[in-house]
């Protein structure tokens, strides 16, 4: 009989290695708080001899289970997580300023205004800078309104990425539902053109049901009932 694969053992950081050896975790990884080198393997070993061999200093300008060592660590933490806020806030603001960006032009888009208008609605915004006087952060908030993309091509490309996943989730809905049936409507534009409106009613597998806009069509020739004969 072959001989069964070992298991690979798994190490588990203990807290009191914090202490000991001034690790902690980061991102499932084993990081030195003095250095900020990672150990791959949290094994007690491993964090013992890094200590000792690069920061052996540390063990007597801060006597262990001292507090002016556990004041040390909380220093030294709270430096590391500063690092990590340089390099997440500016993600997390651009994040903002897209979800942003995209909010308004949907709503250019569902009040059928012109895709310009985004440049007005960000000066809007910029010339009512007097309500954030009492906020410690208006410098902040300002620039992040300046940030906003909202040109008209920004605007137009915003409602074109939002209507393919509308297409795409309605596709989706469509090959999934366990019966669908479809009705036509016809109205008038402005420019007195006929216009065919298709809808589809889907009904899913949970007999939940869902109607959507199925699609638009110009009817620009004549549309009378014996035309279609």
Same mark, same amino acid.
């Given at each position: 009989?072959?001989?069964?694969? #070992?298991?690979s053992?798994? !190490? &588990? %950081?203990?807290?009191?290695?914090e202490?000991d !050896?001034?690790?902690?975790?980061?991102?499932?990884?084993?990081?030195? /708080?003095?250095?900020?080198?990672?150990?791959?393997?949290? #094994?007690?070993?491993?964090?013992?001899?890094?200590?000792?061999?690069?920061?052996?200093? !540390?063990?007597?300008?801060?006597?262990p289970?001292?507090?002016?060592?556990?004041r040390?660590? &909380?220093?030294?933490?709270?430096?590391?997580?500063?690092?990590?806020?340089? %390099?997440?806030?500016?993600?997390?603001?651009?994040?903002?300023?897209?979800t942003? *960006?995209?909010?308004?032009? !949907?709503?250019?888009?569902?009040?059928?205004?012109? %895709?310009?208008?985004?440049?007005?609605?960000?000066? %809007?915004? /910029?010339?009512m800078d007097?309500?954030?006087?009492?906020f410690?952060?208006k *410098?902040?908030i300002?620039?992040?309104?300046?940030?906003?993309q909202l040109?008209?091509?920004?605007?137009?490309? &915003?409602?074109? #990425?939002?209507?393919? #996943?509308?297409?795409?989730?309605?596709?989706?809905?469509?090959?999934?539902? *366990?019966?669908?049936?479809?009705?036509?409507?016809?109205?008038?534009?402005?420019?007195?053109?006929?216009? /065919?409106?298709?809808?589809?009613?889907?009904?899913?597998?949970?007999?939940?049901?869902?109607?959507?806009?199925?699609?638009m069509i110009s009817?620009?020739e004549?549309? &009378?009932?014996?035309?279609?004969?």
């Amino acid at each position: 009989m072959g001989s069964k694969p #070992k298991k690979s053992k798994t !190490y &588990r %950081f203990n807290e009191e290695w914090e202490i000991d !050896y001034f690790f902690t975790m980061v991102n499932d990884k084993c990081c030195c /708080l003095i250095c900020l080198s990672s150990i791959a393997i949290a #094994k007690k070993g491993n964090l013992e001899r890094h200590f000792l061999a690069l920061h052996n200093k !540390y063990q007597t300008d801060y006597p262990p289970n001292s507090e002016l060592r556990k004041r040390k660590i &909380r220093d030294l933490k709270t430096q590391l997580t500063n690092q990590q806020n340089i %390099f997440t806030k500016p993600i997390l603001k651009s994040q903002a300023v897209t979800t942003a *960006s995209f909010k308004v032009s !949907y709503l250019l888009d569902k009040e059928c205004k012109p %895709f310009s208008d985004g440049e007005f609605v960000k000066e %809007f915004f /910029l010339e009512m800078d007097s309500l954030f006087n009492d906020f410690k952060n208006k *410098s902040e908030i300002t620039a992040v309104i300046q940030d906003l993309q909202l040109s008209r091509n920004s605007v137009m490309r &915003r409602i074109e #990425k939002m209507s393919g #996943k509308l297409k795409e989730h309605l596709h989706n809905d469509i090959n999934r539902c *366990s019966c669908f049936c479809v009705q036509c409507d016809e109205s008038t534009d402005i420019s007195d053109t006929a216009q /065919l409106l298709v809808f589809i009613r889907m009904v899913f597998g949970d007999f939940i049901s869902n109607e959507e806009l199925l699609g638009m069509i110009s009817l620009k020739e004549r549309t &009378r009932g014996v035309d279609t004969v």
